[in-house]
């Protein structure tokens, strides 16, 4: 059981150039999330999805795109990248989404640095 | 709004010593209160929750109280050992909203021998 994976690990990108991050998980969870992580702000929420097929804005979504490709993977898209967007984005699935809280099992990170 | 707010770190303390890392939330209602764990090289792991007033959560020789009176849950280990070097992350829940966490930015902990 491998959890929640992501790829890459590291990536480094001019102004402009656009890339996708991958992300899977092997829990048969319906829900995933993908976040942000900035030096002294925490985890922001950029995307989420509550099923197959659905999608919806987290907190900070402007410059990202998101692909839920199946129940398994949930990409994260950068069509022009920006050095704001150096960070280190965590994707993350829990079981279902409902109002109540559901434990969110978190992905090893990637970190992208826009130059 | 609803927020957290951790102490800063980094934390630096000897192995055996009373680790006690600090965290008080803002919330419009009633949140569920949570701290996460990340290992070096690692993804965020749950280490421990409470979901109201009074209620104690522990895991790992871990423990927090969540104290409605004064917004707090801070977290504490009675001896640390230099596997618990990692980031510890502070969170909340309130329901109503859709199993969204708002973190805190995170206290980075060093044990040395």
């Known amino acids: 059981n491998a959890g929640v994976t992501q790829t890459p690990k590291f990536q480094v990108l001019k102004t402009g150039q656009s890339m996708t991050l991958q992300c899977a998980q092997d829990?048969?969870?319906?829900?995933m999330y993908w976040y942000r992580q900035d030096p002294g702000m925490g985890l922001r929420l950029i995307y989420y999805s509550a099923s197959e097929g659905t999608t919806d804005k987290g907190e900070v979504p402007n410059g990202y795109n998101v692909s839920r490709l199946n129940k398994r993977e949930f990409s994260l898209r950068l069509e022009s990248a920006a050095p704001s967007q150096t960070s280190v984005y965590f994707c993350?699935?829990?079981?279902?989404?409902?109002?109540?809280?559901?434990?969110?099992?978190f992905g090893p990170g990637t970190r992208l640095t826009v130059l | 709004g609803n927020s957290v707010t951790q102490m800063e770190g980094p934390v630096t303390l000897s192995e055996e010593a009373f680790l006690t890392i600090n965290c008080t939330y803002t919330a419009t209602g009633y949140p569920s209160l949570f701290w996460y764990v990340q290992y070096p090289g690692e993804g965020l792991q749950l280490l421990l929750k409470a979901t109201k007033a009074d209620d104690k959560g522990s895991n790992k020789g871990f423990e927090a109280t969540y104290r409605k009176e004064t917004t707090s849950f801070h977290l504490e280990k009675g001896s640390v050992q230099v596997s618990d070097s990692a980031v510890y992350f502070c969170?909340?829940?309130?329901?109503?909203?859709?199993?969204?966490?708002?973190f805190g930015a995170g206290t980075r902990l060093a044990v040395h021998p």
């Open positions: 829990m048969n969870h319906n829900s």
């Open positions: 969170a909340l829940f309130l329901s109503g909203g859709y199993n969204k966490l708002i």
């Open positions: 993350a699935s829990s079981d279902r989404g409902a109002s109540s809280y559901n434990e969110q099992f």
